[in-house]
């Protein structure tokens, strides 16, 4: 007697089982938002520091999340998603606690800015410990088949995280003070620690694991083709502002809403292209986008087309992620998702922590019009290297 076939599960049941999980990315995304925008003239004008610290400030969370990937991985894979997004969760509520002590501390301004970086760093390995699990605890809850759909919602939750609480940070900052910042970061740690404990716990695949490295060697083809895209958005967000500023025009937020607009949208309407065309195929087509799209913002005459050039990029880059992503993760096996997912990322964090000092050095001697041309020059040979990647896998 043969054993019925499974009950296919809806698109709706499947997207639900998606949100369930990237809900922990939203309340991390969140809290990382909540700051954002408050801390550097905080540090500034608060404590007395110069725009060096400031900015150190922001950027220790990113390179704390850098170097804590090998870890998130590890955790990941060894004991689970939930137990690593639990750890994250620690992680948020600890910096909750640090970030009210330096606030309590204004008259020490040295211990404040002390306590309020350790905060930082532990923020940063929260991110990176709940953007691993909750990758791969999605995925081992779905499937493999379905893993560009829950790096895409992932990608919603954490853009969209953001765009709440940057703006909700400087209203509660405004209202209450910094003082309000820690108690907030606690409380919504605690309040996502309370919804996991009823949360069954995650089946761990037994079997050899990868070393990190190992798995980064395997992931690495596509993770360059992602840091050849991705540091166009990198360059967007660090220099519209002062790009707008150059050419004489105003209104250079609306560049960033048109890009964050177009990539949430993109992400929506083509959520299952991946499966349906091939994630090379996708991450060619979307690079291409891109490249229309920084060309227009290097050429742009008037506002209107570096807004266009700012849609086009942002539709073009949303889908890059998850396409390369299926095909990175397909190199590593199952009992190792944690670690190539955590080993992908990094290529990510290098776009970001290159297209900073990278088009910076380029502005200072061509303009900040240039910067547009060098990173749709990138993309461009990005989508050189999909091509060539695509060519392989179709021999094998």
Not at 113 to 137: D, P
Request: proline share 4%.
């Amino acid at each position: 007697m043969t054993a019925p076939a499974p009950t296919p599960v809806s698109t709706t049941a499947l997207t639900l089982q998606i949100l369930s999980i990237v809900f922990y990315t939203f309340v991390a995304f969140l809290c990382i938002g909540l700051p954002i925008a408050v801390l550097p003239g905080h540090v500034h004008d608060q404590l007395g520091m110069g725009a060096v610290i400031a900015g150190l400030t922001i950027g220790l969370q990113y390179l704390a999340t850098l170097l804590s990937r090998p870890f998130a991985g590890r955790v990941a894979d060894s004991l689970g998603g939930k137990q690593a997004i639990r750890y994250g969760l620690y992680g948020i509520a600890g910096c909750g606690v640090l970030t009210l002590l330096s606030a309590w501390s204004l008259a020490l301004p040295s211990l404040s800015l002390a306590l309020l970086l350790a905060g930082r760093v532990l923020l940063g390995v929260a991110q990176g410990l709940i953007g691993v699990a909750t990758l791969s605890w999605g995925i081992g809850q779905v499937g493999a088949e379905h893993t560009a759909r829950v790096i895409s919602w992932n990608g919603i939750a954490s853009y969209g995280a953001i765009a709440i609480g940057a703006p909700a940070g400087v209203v509660m900052v405004g209202q209450l003070s910094f003082v309000a910042l820690g108690p907030a970061l606690l409380v919504m740690a605690l309040l996502a620690l309370w919804v996991l404990r009823g949360r069954p716990d995650v089946v761990v695949v037994r079997g050899e694991r990868l070393p990190f490295w190992s798995a980064f060697g395997r992931v690495a083809p596509c993770g360059m083709g992602l840091t050849l895209a991705s540091i166009g958005y990198g360059t967007l967000t660090t220099f519209v502002t002062l790009y707008y500023l150059e050419q004489g025009w105003v209104g250079a937020a609306w560049c960033l809403s048109a890009f964050g607009l177009c990539f949430i949208v993109s992400r929506l309407l083509f959520v299952n292209a991946v499966n349906r065309f091939g994630g090379y195929n996708v991450a060619t087509a979307c690079m291409a986008t891109e490249v229309l799209g920084l060309t227009l913002l290097w050429l742009a005459p008037a506002p209107g087309w570096a807004l266009v050039g700012a849609g086009l990029t942002g539709f073009g880059l949303s889908l890059v992620y998850p396409a390369l992503g299926v095909e990175a993760i397909r190199q590593v096996p199952s009992t190792s998702r944690g670690a190539g997912l955590g080993a992908y990322a990094v290529f990510f964090d290098l776009a970001l922590g290159l297209a900073g000092p990278v088009m910076g050095a380029v502005a200072v001697h061509l303009g900040y019009a240039s910067i547009f041309c060098v990173a749709a020059l990138l993309a461009l040979s990005g989508v050189g290297l999909v091509l060539l990647l695509a060519r392989r896998a179709d021999r094998r």
